[in-house]
């Protein structure tokens, strides 16, 4: 089992920033991937940004250059640091941690809302 707590949503103005953190119950590095997922009212869940234990990255193309994952193995922690951000990023942001198996394991997730 792996606990996820999510935290930093809010609201911010249209070319804001603000910084999600998820901490996990285990040792991150133990984790073959951790990522964030958005969900927006009406639509599916998406990928936003992935990160390996081994440290590859990648983001969707909607948020290249303005979102940058990242981890801090002392804290079990991984971040996502969301610049330049716009009303479509409006979402739930869910942070996410693969295993090696299924299931993985899912945050409760938390709000983001950019307004124009």
């Known amino acids: 089992q792996v606990q996820l707590v999510e935290s930093g949503g809010g609201l911010v103005q249209a070319g804001g920033s603000l910084r999600l953190s998820c901490a996990a119950s285990?040792?991150?590095?133990?984790?073959?991937?951790m990522g964030w997922y958005r969900q927006a009212t009406g639509k599916a869940r998406e990928l936003v940004a992935r990160i390996t234990s081994g440290g590859s990255t990648n983001y969707a193309d909607f948020v290249k250059g303005r979102f940058t994952i990242s981890r801090d193995k002392a804290k079990n922690s991984v971040y996502l640091q969301m610049n330049s951000l716009k009303p479509e990023d409006t979402a739930v942001y869910y942070c996410?941690?693969?295993?090696?198996?299924?299931?993985?394991?899912w945050g409760q997730g938390t709000q983001v809302t950019v307004s124009s």
């Open positions: 996410n941690a693969f295993v090696g198996r299924y299931p993985d394991y």
């Open positions: 285990i040792n991150i590095f133990s984790i073959n991937a």
